[in-house]
């Protein structure tokens, strides 16, 4: 396969990962990296032997040999590189969660329909084994109808710093950043029904005013904390399925428990993987050998899946109409959370 070139958009934290991941991968080419905080991209360029380093990353969008970025911005920040990328001819990976906001996925999800590039959501857990033989499972029709699931990601004492709790930067906390995966997961599983409505609430009474970073606390400072820090939400599908969904990056508590899926025919658990159905006329449980994979194997492989498929001409791997589900969720638990009440939700026309 001829080598893919790529720019990066985005040198903080993240784009380390990428870049790390990509270490003798000769199917990809880092050629170019951007960042508002040049210092960061030269940094980054000189760790890992980037030739062009740039502030304004419409720089590498001038670039003709450039086929494709990595969107490795803050949540705010996703949304202009991408639509912006799309249009110049560009192919893009932005990473989670797709957008802060309902209006930026929808943009997004526009450009790339618009342009007919591909744009993929880094969500890396899509190519973890356990989650592929969860999706196997389920698409065998072992769980008959789903009926019933929950989605959670929590952390006891987890709240983190810089760019993910600040309004300008991440736009919003737990609910989109570790909650998207949980979203992710119970969505892709279930097949991505049709929320209808959500009933939920959100806040960050405890990071904000009742909890300080205690020892094996993750560092955070209360003052700075202007995104919620715990949101849940019941969220109604089309074909009359319920989720529950529920994230915490603080709590008193050691775990909200874990993605679940109820079906007529079986009962799915993740972690650990555990089918649950009543077979040869008794109960049974079924734990699938699955080897487990590292974190970066995870960037490794969902950077190729992307690479694959603009040289394959095949679909977005992790298409955007998809992620836009988990964005019309968050949005609905953010603005039924406001409201104090229920609220419709509808997918917006793209
Ligand atoms: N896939 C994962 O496992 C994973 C893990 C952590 C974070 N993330 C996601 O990655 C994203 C970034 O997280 P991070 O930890 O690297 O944050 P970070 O704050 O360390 O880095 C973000 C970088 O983007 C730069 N930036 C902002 N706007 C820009 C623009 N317009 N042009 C160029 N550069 C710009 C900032 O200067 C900063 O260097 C977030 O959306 C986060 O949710 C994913």
């Not at 494709?68 to 202009?80: F, K, P, R, S």
Request: aromatic share 6%.
């Amino acid at each position: 396969m001829k080598p893919l070139k790529m720019g990066l958009i985005g040198a903080g934290g993240i784009a380390q990962a990428h870049m790390r991941a990509l270490a003798g991968v000769e199917e990809i080419q880092v050629v170019a990296v951007a960042d508002i905080a040049k210092e960061r991209a030269e940094a980054t360029a000189n760790r890992f032997g980037i030739p062009n380093v740039f502030e304004d990353y419409r720089k590498i969008l001038e670039m003709p040999d450039v086929e494709a970025v990595n969107i490795t911005t803050y949540n705010q920040a996703h949304c202009a590189p991408t639509v912006d990328a799309l249009h110049a001819g560009k192919h893009v990976l932005v990473e989670k969660p797709m957008a802060a906001t309902l209006d930026d996925a929808a943009a997004m999800t526009k450009a790339a329909h618009e342009t007919g590039k591909i744009l993929m959501v880094a969500l890396k857990t899509r190519y973890s084994p356990h989650r592929q033989a969860a999706k196997a499972i389920v698409d065998s029709g072992a769980l008959g109808d789903i009926y019933y699931a929950e989605a959670v990601a929590a952390r006891r004492c987890g709240i983190p710093g810089g760019s993910f709790i600040r309004k300008d930067t991440a736009g919003i906390g737990t609910v989109a950043d570790i909650g998207v995966y949980a979203l992710d997961e119970v969505l892709h599983l279930m097949g991505h029904p049709k929320p209808v409505s959500v009933s939920g609430i959100a806040n960050n009474i405890l990071g904000t005013q009742h909890c300080k970073p205690v020892a094996g606390c993750w560092q955070w400072v209360p003052e700075d904390l202007e995104v919620e820090d715990f949101g849940v939400a019941a969220v109604r599908f089309e074909n009359d399925a319920l989720m529950i969904f529920k994230t915490s990056w603080i709590m008193h508590m050691d775990s909200l428990g874990g993605n679940i899926l109820l079906g007529t025919k079986g009962g799915l658990k993740m972690n650990p993987l555990t089918v649950y159905r009543h077979e040869f006329g008794m109960l049974s449980d079924m734990t699938p050998q699955v080897s487990g994979v590292q974190d970066i194997e995870l960037f490794r492989l969902e950077n190729l899946g992307f690479a694959e498929a603009i040289r394959a001409g095949k679909p977005s791997p992790i298409p955007p109409e998809e992620m836009l589900l988990t964005n019309v969720i968050i949005q609905g638990l953010i603005d039924s959370a406001a409201a104090g009440a229920e609220v419709k939700v509808s997918i917006p026309a793209v």
